[in-house]
């Protein structure tokens, strides 16, 4: 798991292979991710947006960007949290995906907390070797 806490709220990740829906002789990776957003602040929250940076493993780097998450934009009262699964696919077995997401409290300001890094990674077949 990933995580990082901007102004008292907290985003968690935990990324997965989905190799059901892959397809590696296409050059067709698809992860999932799971987020948790929990709100240690003092004040109520909207989430207004999503921002992406994702570079698979040959340095492409793809930017998403909208509205929510998931269709929604979930308002957190001081101690609630919220989860949601996501996907991403890639063309390379890995990659990093880091982002943030656009929060507006009730007084009406808006403010940017961060999505920890997170990396995409097929899973190895190979035995490790310890020295």
Do not use: K
């Amino acid at each position: 798991m990933y995580t990082a806490t901007t102004r008292h709220i907290t985003v968690s990740v935990t990324p997965s292979y989905l190799p059901d829906q892959s397809e590696p002789d296409e050059n067709r990776w698809v992860f999932a991710y799971r987020i948790e957003i929990e709100n240690g602040s003092r004040e109520t929250v909207q989430l207004r947006s999503r921002y992406w940076h994702i570079t698979d493993a040959h340095g492409h780097v793809e930017e998403v960007q909208g509205p929510g998450v998931v269709g929604e934009e979930p308002i957190l009262s001081p101690g609630d949290s919220f989860t949601y699964t996501s996907g991403c696919p890639l063309g390379t077995p890995s990659g990093i995906m880091r982002g943030r997401f656009r929060m507006q409290g009730v007084d009406g300001t808006y403010f940017e907390v961060e999505v920890p890094a997170f990396s995409l990674d097929v899973p190895s077949d190979r035995p490790r070797t310890l020295n």
